[in-house]
């Protein structure tokens, strides 16, 4: 019962490398998302995605990158690493049926220094 | 411009007793309201939740109370126990036919329930 499953867990980035944090999801959902949460705030929307090979943006995409090429996978591309990406990384998916909640994996720690 | 704000950063609740957190919103257009609770290392997992049309729902010992006229909702925990101590987050949708949840999360109130 794995749900979604985000990997790596930790990671420390130079600035200017690049990297791509996965997520995968086994409950066949058709909606994910991509947040990120700062110190003491709340979550927010970088990326969304309603199906395979369809994306869009949500409020904080710059600096982000995502592609859905399947229903199970939604990575997030982070290029050209800035301090300002050190944050908490959260997916989600939900089945987008009527008020179903959405389900979040466990988190990538990211730290660019 | 924080539309869902959680004004209280932390609560501290003795042990059966009742928790209130909680949440206000500024955006009208908001119709569908959920609380999330969150452990540390773990992404968030999904509490309850309350659509516009409704003013209160209930689930066990959580009760969600909507008051659209003030645009603000409370969490109730009733009675609060030792593993309800988290995080605790409201957020809100606009929600559209065939199109997707795109959720306004408030900062979180740190709930601590204490012996």
């Known amino acids: 019962n794995a749900g979604v499953t985000q990997t790596p867990k930790f990671r420390i980035l130079k600035i200017g490398q690049s990297m791509t944090l996965q997520c995968t999801q086994d409950?066949?959902?058709?909606?994910m998302y991509w947040y990120r949460q700062d110190p003491g705030m709340g979550l927010k929307l970088i990326y969304y995605?309603?199906?395979?090979?369809?994306?869009d943006k949500g409020e904080v995409p710059n600096g982000y990158n995502v592609s859905r090429s399947t229903t199970e996978d939604f990575p997030l591309r982070l290029e050209l690493a800035a301090p300002s990406q050190t944050s908490v990384y959260f997916c989600?998916?939900?089945?987008?049926?009527?008020?179903?909640?959405?389900?979040f994996g466990d988190g990538t720690r990211l730290s660019i220094l | 411009d924080q539309q869902v704000k959680q004004n209280s950063p932390s609560l501290s609740v003795q042990e059966g007793r009742i928790s209130i957190l909680n949440c206000d919103y500024t955006?009208?257009?908001?119709?569908?309201f959920l609380w999330y609770k969150k452990y540390p290392a773990e992404g968030p997992t999904f509490l309850i939740s309350?659509?516009?049309?409704?003013d209160k729902n209930e689930d066990g010992r959580f009760t969600v109370f909507l008051n659209k006229s003030a645009k603000h909702l409370s969490l109730h925990i009733v009675p609060s126990q030792p593993g309800d101590s988290a995080v605790y987050f409201c957020?809100?949708?606009?929600?559209?036919?065939?199109?997707?949840?795109?959720?306004?999360f408030g900062t979180g109130t740190r709930l601590q329930v204490t012996l």
């Open positions: 989600a998916s939900s089945s987008g049926q009527g008020h179903q909640p959405q389900h």
């Open positions: 409950m066949n959902h058709n909606y």
């Open positions: 995605s309603v199906g395979a090979g369809i994306t």
């Open positions: 955006n009208s257009m908001f119709d569908y």
């Open positions: 309350i659509s516009s049309i409704k």
């Open positions: 957020a809100a949708s606009v929600e559209g036919a065939g199109t997707a949840s795109k959720l306004t």
